[in-house]
């Protein structure tokens, strides 16, 4: 029988009502008290890291929990990990590049209601998490949510209140579960040793633009910031209305040293800057990395890993182009 460690983070799956409305306040003894079934499935260890809501998480705490797991990654066969769901795919997408090549799985998983409530889908969530963190194919980094198994990078949260809350984006779902059983669509193979990442940078910003934005709001970021992830229109560009401005503040940006890249704020079919004047001639002069059908959370966190590994804009846009672990699949 397998031995897997619970990691509880706290999150809604972990909450009770208080005069405040819900905040984490179930141990991680107490989480496990209400599945007992998982002890037919392996054997279980647990540890508490953090009781916060996921509102409160920060990079710096992900990269505990990837250190903790580094640790002890010899005396487990595999690792759950509650966590509330508003950054959960953050979290995922985080992890997978601090815990790269491992061949014993991840698995996070949460709740849209607290595992105390009557209707919950805390106490099945958190089952099948155990389930396919215990199955003889897994591996890697993955959210198991309402059935389905879905990729680290290519989660994101779609509904806010469904069940149903996470989706795979421009992927297909690693397998499902149902009925107790494990269904794998896609089997992953790791080849060689499990690589841990001990640094990253948290000093990034997302900007979403909006139509008749003005482009000071790059003066904040230069001034603030390692890094900016700027979330443009449809496949990408930056609007240049009767001036120049908006590529004006690119070149200070990049004198300042801050790493860009442009994503899309389209949830499907990624970016493509060549297609339009607004983006290719910002592509072609400032040789700014596009994220392409990255999602949101997959960018935010890759960026972070990046920026410690280089000194030099080329280096930045090399390795971030460069996948990790099918990260770009």
């Known amino acids: 029988m397998k031995h897997i460690l619970l990691i509880t983070t706290g999150g809604t799956i972990a909450s009770a009502q208080s005069e405040n409305g819900l905040s984490p306040a179930i141990a991680s003894d107490r989480l496990l008290s209400h599945v007992p079934e998982i002890a037919q499935i392996c054997r279980v260890s647990a540890v508490q890291l953090y009781s916060l809501d996921s509102t409160n998480m920060k990079p710096e705490y992900w990269l505990n929990i990837a250190r903790y797991i580094r640790k002890v990654y010899g005396?487990?066969?595999?690792?759950?990990?509650?966590?509330?769901t508003d950054t959960m795919a953050y979290a995922s997408s985080m992890l997978h590049y601090l815990i790269?090549?491992?061949?014993?799985?991840?698995?996070?998983?949460?709740?849209?209601?607290?595992?105390?409530?009557?209707?919950?889908?805390?106490?099945?969530?958190?089952?099948?998490?155990?389930?396919?963190?215990?199955?003889?194919?897994a591996c890697g980094i993955h959210i198991v949510f309402d059935g389905k198994i879905i990729a680290a990078t290519r989660a994101q949260k779609t509904r806010t209140k469904s069940f149903n809350a996470f989706s795979s984006i421009d992927y297909p779902e690693i397998g499902f579960i149902r009925r107790g059983a494990v269904k794998l669509y896609?089997?992953?193979?790791?080849?060689?040793?499990?690589?841990?990442?001990?640094?990253?940078d948290p000093s990034v910003i997302v900007i979403k633009l909006i139509p008749g934005m003005s482009a000071e709001i790059f003066d904040f970021v230069a001034e603030r910031y390692h890094a900016v992830i700027i979330e443009s229109f449809g496949v990408g560009g930056l609007p240049y209305y009767d001036n120049d401005e908006f590529a004006e503040k690119i070149e200070h940006l990049i004198s300042r040293g801050v790493r860009i890249v442009i994503t899309t704020q389209v949830p499907h079919e990624g970016s493509d800057m060549s297609v339009y004047q607004v983006g290719l001639r910002i592509k072609q002069k400032y040789e700014i990395p596009e994220a392409y059908d990255m999602t949101t959370e997959a960018v935010v966190a890759k960026v972070m890993w990046t920026l410690p590994q280089c000194k030099t804009a080329s280096e930045f846009k090399n390795i971030f182009l460069t996948p990790v672990d099918s990260d770009r699949i």
């Open 186 to 200: 896609i089997r992953q193979r790791i080849d060689g040793p499990v690589r841990f990442c001990d640094e990253i």
């Open 100 to 137: 790269q090549n491992s061949s014993k799985p991840v698995v996070l998983t949460g709740a849209q209601l607290p595992i105390e409530s009557r209707d919950t889908d805390a106490r099945e969530n958190l089952a099948d998490a155990f389930l396919y963190a215990a199955h003889d194919d």
């Open 75 to 84: 005396e487990y066969d595999g690792f759950v990990i509650t966590h509330g």
